[in-house]
């Protein structure tokens, strides 16, 4: 029994310990498997890490890159604004009253002539009379030989110092030259000095005269000396006779249309010219827009009710706070994109740079709204809540009768609305037209861009002017009641 026992304990203790360590094995295997799952998984988290410093490297660069635009942009800004506070500093050095400048100028001319004329006396050359000493006959105090080229007169040239009393016709050739060059024609000084002999000679000219002779072509340069010839026949000293061609170029800048200021400075546009501009002149010196006609205009009836001031346009905001039509018909173009600015659209002011957008037109012109303001400004017709506010403001701006007057001439019947691409084509007279010539005067010929009354044209500046017929009053709208009345009467 014993051994039977053994025997059985050994055959049933063998596969009890093959199944022992097959089970140790496979535990073994299972636990190798774990570790070989962790370490993939480590593997994958290491190349999860790897490709996300890769990315955040990529990221980095491209934010250095940015930030180095950046940098270069507000670079650039920084120049803009230098640029932009520099011109406006030339623009506040430019605003300076010009009548201190002329003093200034006055000024160092007195003192300039003052140190000459003590040179002159240190040296005892101050009599300039060489033409009554007799030959071989010396004085002191005459001319010296090593000053003569400098201080020596022709007979001509000693009195060339017009005196204003004398009347033009006895002017001497020489005088009549210096009165050329101080108006703007130097150009035409030296035929001129072969042609005349007084200034009877260009006074009894005849138009063809002033081109043969002085070889006048240009139409504006023949104009501005046939109307300075006009005020010296009829001895009518008009108040625009005092601005000159240099002051027509910065009220051009003050109307909002400097990009005319060759065409009108090659022309020698004075204050007398603009009273007498037609419309062919204007598109003579490439003025074509319809909308830049009508600046001209008001601009022009401005300086009339102001009798030619030159200092009549605001540039700078003042102290009013509800500024009255009368006030903005006086605004340039720069104090209207101040307004801008005040009302909260200052991002769309410097729009008006050129557009010849300014009080004048404003207020005087009926078919200037809201609209139009908001073209010319650029501000999208789907925006409509910011062309709301602008048309408030506007209409705050102007006063109600402005509003009403330019509501009814906008619903009147065949209304047009101004348009930045309309222009302005000459005008050609049909056959009907010459039979009516004869008849008419040269006064009624000129198709002025904005006329004067017949009655004014008697008393110039000076004299209160009747308001032309766009504008009748100092009222800056117009006044179409009488009109209206003269329209009813008839019909009742």
């Known amino acids: 029994v014993w051994e039977l026992c053994r025997v059985l304990w050994a055959l049933l203790r063998s596969p009890l310990h093959e199944r022992l360590s097959r089970t140790s094995l496979e535990s073994q295997k299972l636990d190798l498997m774990g570790e070989v799952s962790y370490l993939k998984l480590k593997l994958v988290d290491m ?5 996300h410093g890769v990315e955040r490297q990529h990221k980095a660069e491209v934010i250095l890159q940015e930030l180095r635009l950046l940098k270069e942009k507000v670079d650039h800004l920084e120049d803009q ?19 201190q400048v002329l003093n200034i100028m006055d000024s160092m001319f007195m003192k300039s002539n003052t140190v000459l004329s003590s040179r002159i006396r240190r040296t005892q050359s101050g009599g300039l009379q060489g033409e009554d000493l007799e030959p071989n006959h010396f004085r002191r105090g005459g001319l010296r030989a090593t000053a003569g080229p400098r201080l020596t007169r022709t007979p001509e040239s000693g009195s060339t110092v017009r005196d204003m009393n004398t009347p033009f016709s006895q002017w001497t050739r020489e005088q009549v030259c210096g009165w050329l060059e101080d108006y703007g024609l130097g150009q035409y000084v030296n035929l001129t000095r072969q042609w005349v002999d007084n200034g009877q000679t260009l006074l009894s000219a005849r138009p063809q005269d002033f081109e043969k002779e002085m070889g006048l072509k240009h139409p504006l340069h023949r104009k501005k000396l046939q109307l300075a010839l006009r005020g010296f026949s009829t001895k009518a000293m008009e108040k625009s006779s005092e601005l000159d061609h240099i002051w027509v170029t910065r009220w051009l800048d003050d109307i909002g249309l400097p990009q005319y200021k060759d065409q009108f400075h090659e022309g020698r546009v004075d204050g007398r010219m603009l009273q007498y501009l037609t419309v062919n002149d204007l598109l003579f010196l490439k003025v074509t827009s319809q909308l830049h006609h009508l600046s001209i205009k008001c601009a022009i009836h401005v300086l009339h009710v102001n009798k030619f001031n030159p200092h009549c346009l605001r540039r700078r905001p003042g102290e009013e706070r509800n500024p009255s039509p009368s006030e903005v018909i006086q605004w340039s173009n720069h104090r209207v994109m101040e307004w801008l600015r005040a009302v909260d659209l200052a991002e769309y002011a410097p729009n008006l740079r050129g557009s010849g957008v300014h009080g004048g037109l404003i207020i005087l012109e009926l078919r200037f709204s809201s ?28 006063g109600t009768q402005a509003t009403r007057e330019k509501w009814e001439y906008a619903n009147a019947t065949g209304h047009a609305p101004l348009t930045t691409a309309a222009k302005v084509r000459p005008k050609k007279l049909g056959f009907t037209h010459f039979s009516h010539l004869r008849k008419r005067r040269p006064d009624d010929l000129a198709d002025y861009i904005c006329p004067i009354d017949s009655v004014s044209l008697s008393a110039m500046n000076g004299v209160s002017h009747q308001p032309y017929v766009g504008v009748r009053g100092l009222s800056p709208i117009l006044d179409r009641e009488p009109e209206r009345r003269e329209q009813v009467g008839p019909k009742s």
Do not use: C, G
Not at 81 to 99: C, P
Not at 371 to 389: D, F, S
């Open 47 to 51: 190349e999860e890490k790897q490709i």
């Open 81 to 99: 604004k230098s640029q932009y506070e520099r011109r406006l500093k030339a623009t506040k050095l430019r605003d300076v009253n010009d009548t």
């Open 371 to 398: 609209e139009t303001l908001a073209m010319l400004l650029n501000i999208p017709p789907q925006k409509t809540l910011l062309r709301r506010h602008l048309a408030t403001a506007f209409t705050a701006l102007v």
